[in-house]
């Protein structure tokens, strides 16, 4: 038996100790988790007593009521604590974590080499990202999340001052276009997918978003174009000893649902040691 319910009046108050009231019968009561329940029923009333209940052992009840129509009812009552709660109000679900998929976040951003080798030394680099799926959980209470997504990217990174990149014995490093060229453009172009992991902070109506992000890097590639004359050139280079795996950490300031900011610093190395440049990035950007 799980719990109990029983016609009472609606002129019950708390009390400390033993109670007795008498009123009319048209109010309904629950007793929750009774240890026993005894009905006593006779030619002039009706008596049921109740023993124990979810939160008191020592807990008593008895509800006593004549038999005619116009009867008063009797209830006495002893407890350190009152249970009583009318049925059928609206029950109280326990708050639960809402699941959404998002899809398209886009970033772009800016990215500062942070060592200083003769590759970087006349380097651009922008840093492209898609978030293509994400799976997002708002925790209970609407301050708090996670989500973990999948998203592609690439890192673009241009030569300028006259330096075109090109492989000397399988090693990517630079030169100097050849004289007599112009309209010179020579861009490494690293592609890679990412797993982010995320975890958000509401600060009024304000995000922050703090990420881990597993990296791996497909095949980078050197584009070179020029011309000589009026005649276009193009070169491609291709299957350079990269690392596969890498690793990033990110975060993030929003301040609308549509706009925010971030840094991101990744700590490896595109290629292995002495088959490129070795450097890290940090990222500045804009996430939309």
Request: charged share 20%; aromatic share 14%.
């Amino acid at each position: 038996m799980k719990h109990f319910l029983l016609p009472l009046i609606m002129g019950l108050f708390p009390l400390a100790g033993l109670a007795e009231n008498r009123c009319l019968n048209d109010t309904v009561v629950k007793v929750l988790h009774p240890d026993s329940v005894l009905i006593t029923t006779g030619d002039s009333l009706t008596q049921v007593q109740v023993y124990g209940r979810s939160d008191d052992n020592a807990y008593k009840f008895n509800y006593t009521i004549g038999n005619s129509p116009d009867a008063l009812a009797s209830v006495k009552e002893h407890a350190s604590n009152w249970d009583f709660a009318l049925p059928f109000q609206p029950s109280r679900k326990k708050s639960s974590a809402q699941y959404t998929l998002r899809s398209l976040i886009c970033s772009l951003g800016y990215s500062i080499p942070l060592q200083d080798v003769p590759e970087t030394e006349h380097l651009s680099c922008w840093n492209v990202s898609m978030e293509l799926l994400q799976v997002h959980s708002l925790l209970p209470g609407k301050k708090d999340s996670w989500s973990i997504g999948f998203a592609y990217n690439a890192n673009l990174m241009k030569q300028h001052k006259g330096n075109l990149w090109f492989k000397d014995e399988g090693r990517l490093s630079i030169m100097q276009f050849p004289d007599g060229t112009r309209k010179r453009k020579s861009l490494l172009i690293d592609t890679y997918f990412s797993f982010p992991l995320t975890y958000g902070h509401a600060f009024g109506n304000n995000w922050i978003h703090l990420s881990a992000i597993p990296e791996l890097h497909i095949k980078p590639f050197v584009r070179n174009k020029f011309k000589v004359d009026n005649r276009e050139y193009e070169h491609r280079l291709k299957h350079f000893d990269r690392n596969v795996f890498g690793m990033s950490f990110r975060a993030d300031f929003h301040f609308s649902d549509i706009i925010g900011i971030y840094v991101k610093y990744t700590p490896t190395y595109l290629f292995k040691k002495d088959q490129g440049p070795r450097f890290q990035l940090l990222t500045f950007g804009l996430t939309i």
